[in-house]
């Protein structure tokens, strides 16, 4: 039973890496890549290794994503006063 | 055209080149002679109910130490690409003198009501929840890197919270660096007293299960927890004052 789960997430996550590529928003980008660590995190649980399900979680599909919209923020942040710069 | 020719062409090569890995390669039936030795010898050799750990921190502790050496350096990174220049400081200072006397419509945006509360009540939890994990680390899955991290989670919380808040980057540099500087020190101990480098029956191994057996591991893993904690705690803090200037 589990393997069917696995291979359906497995699926998703495949349709997730390829959503973050071709996606034309870098927003939903950025919460593709963090769903395929999600995914990738419960399948790491349903083959009994919680302990790296746990880092997986934490650090794949949390702080990543964080500093990922951190620096998306900075950079459009940097665009912004740019195009002011050059219309004055 | 004639690039998507080839590049199609190269991933057909790639997959024909790895196909032998999913066709020829069978998994393994029983363990091998390492990972038997490790899975029937381990609890007893250093007592760690959590046998993923006692690999990790003791086992392959010196790979552990390569681990959180990494994580320093793209600390050290992080630090030294976003670093504020001195100038640039004086000169923003400068605007936000002049902008007080104007206006004050440059200072940042305070963060929502439900934000500050639900971070007052989930900052405390979070951060006993991470200190139980690389405690237990030895006893429960995670330890120090998951434990750590669910720190940093706590701070961002803060961090997001408190918009106006600044960390003292002179605390959490000395904590980063005392904790690693005890790690090492601990490991050279355990190559004098014990077996080899990073041993942890410097300590006594006590009764399987509690919380204060397995030797050092507990120790090692609340320093890399409070080590790894610290340095993305410092990441972020890096990358969210560079965004405020």
């Known amino acids: 039973m589990s393997v069917y789960i696995i291979a359906v997430f497995g699926v998703l996550m495949v ?20 769903v395929i660590s999600l995914l990738a995190s419960i399948i790491y649980i349903l ?6 399900a746990m880092t997986e979680a934490a650090i794949g599909s949390g702080l990543t994503t964080v500093v990922f919209l951190l620096a998306l923020k900075r950079i459009n942040r940097l665009r912004g006063t740019e195009e002011e710069d050059v219309d004055a | 055209m004639l690039r998507r020719i080839f590049a199609a062409f190269a991933v057909v090569l790639l997959a024909m080149a790895l196909l032998p890995f999913i066709t020829e390669i069978h998994p393994f039936q029983e ?26 921190v003791t086992y392959r502790g010196l790979d552990t130490l390569g681990e959180v050496t990494v994580l320093f350096i793209a600390t050290a990174g992080v630090g030294f690409l976003l670093r504020r220049d001195e100038r640039d400081e004086e000169e923003s200072a400068a605007a936000a003198g002049t902008d007080e006397s ?41 330890g120090g890197f998951q434990g750590g991290v669910v720190i940093a989670s706590a701070m961002l919380l803060v961090m997001l919270s408190r918009v106006s808040l600044h960390l003292n980057h002179t605390v959490l540099g000395l904590v980063e660096s005392l904790s690693g500087f005890s790690y090492v020190v601990i490991g050279v101990v355990g190559l004098v007293l014990a077996g080899g480098f990073l041993d942890n029956r410097i300590l006594p191994l006590g009764e ?20 790894v904690g610290t340095e993305l705690t410092n990441i972020l803090e890096t990358m969210k004052s560079e965004e405020e200037l």
């Open chain 1, 15 to 34: 349709f997730a890496a390829v959503y973050a590529i071709y996606s034309r928003n870098i927003l939903s980008a950025i919460i593709a890549s963090g």
């Open chain 2, 102 to 142: 104007g206006s004050a419509g440059n200072s940042p945006r305070p963060a929502s009501e439900l934000l500050m509360s639900g971070s007052m009540l989930l900052f405390p939890l979070l951060m006993l929840f991470g200190v139980y994990i690389f405690l237990h680390g030895h006893l429960t899955p995670g």
């Open chain 1, 47 to 52: 083959l009994a290794a919680p302990d790296v």
């Open chain 2, 208 to 227: 399987l299960g509690n919380l204060l057996s397995a030797g050092a591991i507990p120790v090692i893993y609340s320093l890399v927890g409070l080590k």
């Open chain 2, 31 to 56: 363990l091998s002679p390492v990972a038997r030795h490790y899975a029937e010898k381990g609890p007893d050799e250093l007592g760690g109910a959590n046998l993923v750990t006692s690999v990790i």
